[in-house]
């Protein structure tokens, strides 16, 4: 029989089916596959029974530190609670964004220091002026770019002008990294949100009024056409509304070579949950209407729609609550890491919607093939022992108050769902065991990109 540092049993999802058997790992590494127990031996042996042992979860969308309340050590530790082994931290983060070499250096010491799960890094760009920086942040291991055509804040999170966007583009198509886009039309947003201010039109749902679905579609269709021009590799963030991935698939029919992906809230809410749960259900772009929900769940299930992701923003009630009376104040996101991955199986995999080969798929598989992530993604030899532990016949009642991130507030609180994260494993070890995170910060690395030098 094989020595192997820990063994894992259970219900494993693999590439093209799911077996009931074991898995070998050693120094952290998936070893060997086997469809019947008796092949290995080991001192570490961890039977999950009929539960799933799913490739880890890869959140490629997180916001750390666009809270200086939140951080590495809250958003990781709530990350592993959720079932997540790696996450992609975006780079808008306070009170300078990742958009130089010092600071994306000064951000991967901190990371090491505090992470509990694995994390890559965005980089981002200057608003003018600092396309210089791509190839250096590339080489330093940022795992891809994110950009935006929405001016959120002019120095943190600024709206890229459409020059600048073009020599970027250029640039990341040298290093063979991905650009990513928030897509949203600035102008028309803008004036939108001014008129009915003036109007008085300060209620929920006003916020889904001032963004309509064709302020998403039109900043797409730029972006596809200068990533037709450029070859860059392009992925579009948050995707709200059907009609944006009819446009996608148009564009990959010539060839264009783009991604996306949706978040969990556009899935599972609809604008009438911005009525009903005020500035806790606020995010840009806003929740759309049910039968727009139902037309992007149709792309789900004809595997259009590459990943999902949590778009996590750790905003306190303070950021929230200053928008009861005027939705426009109130800050845009909210708390995921810890409950998309539940959520997702609950109203997937739970109900026959996907089967478990898809989840997997949608959750880890192609996270790390779109941002080329090394190690990460399959239970296959040679890869990184990253698990996602799921029993479906155990319930979880979704209980904000025990969020481990800075923000406690969310539109599922209180929600049943049909299944349970029991064990959260990061390299062949387990950093949440169904109850506690037992990995102190530390524990997660820094993984860089695929074009670190
Ligand atoms: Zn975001």
């Known amino acids: 029989m094989n020595k192997v540092d820990s063994i894992i049993k259970g219900k494993i999802v693999l590439k093209d089916k799911v077996i009931t058997g074991e898995v070998g790992i050693t120094e952290g590494k998936i070893v060997s596959i086997h469809e019947e127990s008796g092949n290995l031996d080991s001192d570490n042996i961890k039977d999950f029974g009929d539960s799933y042992v799913f490739p880890g979860t890869i959140d ?17 530790t709530s990350a592993a ?16 964004p990742i958009n130089n070499i010092d600071q994306f250096k000064k951000k991967v010491e901190q990371l090491e220091e505090e992470a509990v799960v694995d994390i890559c ?28 055509t929405f001016e959120t804040d002019e120095y943190r999170f600024p709206r890229i002008p459409d020059p600048e966007i073009l020599k970027a583009m250029k640039l990341i198509e040298e290093t063979g990294l991905r650009a990513a886009f928030h897509s949203e ?18 209620y929920p749902k006003a916020h889904n009024e001032t963004r309509p679905p064709v302020t998403e579609t039109s900043a797409v269709l730029k972006l596809l056409e200068f990533a037709y021009w450029t070859n860059v590799k392009l992925h579009i963030v948050h995707v709200s509304h059907p009609r944006t991935i009819d446009m996608i698939n148009l564009f990959q029919a ?18 009438e949950d911005l009525d009903k749960y005020g500035p806790i259900a606020k ?21 259009n729609i590459d990943l999902v992701s949590s778009d996590h923003a750790p905003w306190g009630a303070e950021q929230k609550t200053k928008g009861n009376d005027n939705i426009f104040l109130a800050s845009s996101g909210m708390p995921g890491v810890e409950i998309m991955t539940p959520l997702m199986f609950n109203s997937t995999v739970s109900n026959g919607k996907l089967s478990p080969i898809d ?22 030899i040679g890869y ?6 799921i029993d479906p016949n155990q319930k979880t009642v979704i209980d904000q108050t025990s969020f481990k991130s800075h923000s406690k507030l969310s539109p599922f609180d209180g929600q049943e769902l049909d299944c349970k994260v029991i064990s959260t494993i990061v390299r062949g070890e387990e950093v949440f065991d169904g109850e506690n995170v037992t990995k102190n910060p530390g524990y997660g690395k820094f993984i860089a990109g695929s074009a670190a030098k």
């Open 384 to 389: 990184d022992a990253d698990f996602t532990v």
């Open 81 to 96: 609670a959720g079932g997540i082994t790696t996450f992609l931290d975006m780079p808008y983060d306070l009170p300078n």
């Open 254 to 271: 010539q060839g264009v070579k783009v991604s996306c992906e949706t978040c969990y809230p556009y899935l599972l809410m609809d604008v």
């Open 185 to 202: 039309n600035d102008e028309i947003i803008v004036d939108m949100i001014d008129q009915y201010q003036k109007d008085g039109k300060v």
């Open 121 to 148: 890094l965005w980089g981002t760009i200057s608003k003018t002026g600092g396309t210089d920086q791509i190839i250096p942040l590339a080489e330093a291991g940022a795992v891809a770019f994110k950009m935006s």
């Open 283 to 303: 995010n840009n772009p806003p929740l759309r209407e049910k039968e727009e929900v139902r037309g992007l769940w149709n792309h789900i299930k004809e595997g």
């Open 60 to 76: 490629v969308h997180v916001h750390c530190f666009s809270n200086p309340d939140e951080g590495f050590v809250t958003t990781s």
């Open 359 to 380: 989840f997997a798929n949608l959750m880890s598989t192609h996270p790390a093939k779109v941002f080329s992530i090394p190690g990460k993604g399959q239970i296959s």
